[in-house]
């Protein structure tokens, strides 16, 4: 849907509403791209027990946070409804349950308001927030998304062209990191678990793989390294035991390092490839220290602009889908039945 140009010029402040997993979120941001609030309402605590997002679960709280946190959203940018020019909404990819959420609340505002609807995509948000740290252009560049459910490689050709260039094959980096602190008995999350105890640990002292690290593709795998590190505890046809602190600092550790490694050498042959000369890195996973240390001295070493959001930028949040100032800058806004994809967006460009 093409959105009138001569009407870009009248458009100030937009609510942004993120509900893409288990994080309730809402920012009012400027067509200037000035951060007028952020509100992020964590579910951490309500699945904790289960070493995981429960889909159910995270849908139901996001019902009941929504209202609330845009509220919040709009007194800290000390604004209301009547101030908003634009509601833009993640609605690709994430959880289907939580995606309706986000968006039956937007549509309701465009609505009731007579506002522009504009959609997001989460991935491609993850990046742009690279673009809102640096405060300057930052594409074209090569993007690494690393988070619960995502590790993929794109070219980013602009905030609205990405080509898939490869993704994991099987689970997700986040994904590994969650299942791993479990074994560990470390708890949800389990990146920020496995990193605080990986920093009493040795990342040498277990050997674990390192999936298609050797391969010419740009594919990741972390099923395996996951499984490597469930023998590692209990090989098959024994008993469990108890780990010392001592040895699930050293397993965290060298499953950091093993994944790390993966990681960072993919990205490296992406950007040969490509011949890139920027890279922008995000998701959730992008907090990692580690991870953050070996993008850093590569990126040194090879004379490559790095770009990596602070952490609160990283993990999911409302102030990244300022990526529709992008597409209202272009003129795309979206008709009141616009849906949702839970899987990966149909298409990469705009």
Same mark, same amino acid.
């Given at each position: 849907?093409?959105?009138v140009?001569a009407?870009?010029a ?37 699945? /904790? ?7 159910e679960?995270?849908s ?11 509220? /919040? ?5 000390n ?9 833009a909404?993640a ?13 039956a ?16 995509n989460?991935?491609q ?5 690279c ?5 300057? /252009? ?21 905030p609205?062209?990405? /080509? ?31 990193e ?7 990342p ?52 950091q390092e093993?994944?790390?490694?993966c ?18 890195v ?39 889908g ?29």
């Amino acid at each position: 849907m093409s959105f009138v140009r001569a009407e870009i010029a009248v458009l100030k402040n937009i609510l942004i509403l993120e509900s893409t997993c288990d994080e309730t979120a809402a920012a009012v941001v400027t067509m200037e791209r000035e951060v007028l609030s952020s509100v992020v309402a964590s579910q951490e605590h309500l699945h /904790e027990k289960y070493g995981g997002v429960v889909p159910e679960i995270a849908s139901r709280a996001h019902v009941e946070r929504i209202v609330p946190v845009i509220d /919040e959203a709009l007194r800290r940018a000390n604004l209301s409804l009547d101030d908003i020019d634009a509601v833009a909404v993640a609605n690709t990819p994430g959880l289907a349950g939580s995606l309706l959420v986000g968006l039956a609340a937007a549509k309701a505002l465009c609505l009731a308001r007579g506002l522009p609807l504009v959609a997001v995509n989460h991935l491609q948000a993850h990046i742009y927030a690279c673009r809102l740290a640096a405060g300057h /252009e930052v594409f074209p560049c090569l993007g690494l998304i690393v988070s619960g459910g995502h590790t993929s490689l794109y070219r980013c050709t602009t905030p609205l062209e990405f /080509e898939l260039l490869g993704g994991t094959i099987d689970d997700a980096a986040g994904e590994a990191f969650d299942k791993v602190a479990s074994l560990l008995g470390l708890p949800f999350p389990g990146g920020p678990s496995i990193e605080k105890a990986a920093q009493g640990g040795d990342p040498r002292a277990v050997s674990l793989p390192r999936p298609l690290l050797d391969s010419d593709r740009l594919e990741f795998s972390f099923s395996g390294l996951k499984t490597a590190v469930r023998y590692r505890i209990c090989p098959p046809g024994t008993a469990a035991t108890a780990l010392t602190p001592r040895a699930v600092a050293d397993l965290a550790a060298s499953f950091q390092e093993a994944a790390v490694d993966c990681l960072v050498g993919k990205t490296l042959l992406a950007l040969k490839r490509t011949q890139m000369r920027v890279l922008c890195v995000g998701g959730g996973v992008a907090a990692n220290a580690r991870l953050r240390q070996r993008l850093g001295d590569e990126a040194r070493r090879l004379g490559i602009a790095l770009h990596i959001p602070p952490l609160s930028l990283c993990t999911d949040n409302a102030v990244m889908g300022a990526i529709a100032v992008e597409r209202l800058l272009a003129g795309l806004v979206e008709p009141l039945d616009l849906d949702v994809y839970p899987g990966l967006v149909r298409q990469t460009s705009r």
